[in-house]
Nanobody
Framework: QVQLVESGGGLVQPGGSLTLSCTAS????????MHWYRQAPGKQRELVGT???????NYADSVKGRFTISRDNAKNTLYLQMNSLKPEDTAVYYC??????????????WGQGTQVTVSS
């Protein structure tokens, strides 16, 4: 199967920037799509954004214009560049990917999550 490991979370002041990474490993044949989600305390997990196999991206309205999703296919790594951060962006951020594995099955994998705290 496919494993996802996130990194890059931390504490940042309002207006600051942070970049999260998510590296995939395992028996990957191809990637259908990858997503970033977040979950704030007491709230449901919400979709932050998506990048498709063709490289098309879309974002939640709350982060549009501030967050950018990209990927490095050679490194099997997904990124989330977050700019102009607000206290309401504070959450645990998760990456999720849907993969076709080398045995031609589908793997829906989640990372362990990384904490982002926006506070002065």
């Amino acid at each position: 199967q496919v494993q996802l490991v996130e990194s890059g979370g931390g504490l940042v002041q309002p207006g600051g920037s942070l970049t999260l990474s998510c590296t995939a490993s395992g028996n990957i044949f191809s990637i259908y799509a990858m997503h970033w989600y977040r979950q704030a305390p007491g709230k449901q997990r919400e979709l932050v954004g998506t990048i498709t196999s063709g490289g098309r991206t879309n974002y939640a309205d709350s982060v549009k214009g501030r967050f950018t999703i990209s990927r490095d296919n050679a490194k099997n790594t997904l990124y989330l560049q977050m700019n102009s951060l607000k206290p309401e962006d504070t959450a645990v951020y998760y990456c999720n990917g849907v993969f076709q594995t080398t045995d031609r099955s589908t793997s829906n994998s989640w990372g362990q999550g990384t904490q982002v705290t926006v506070s002065s």
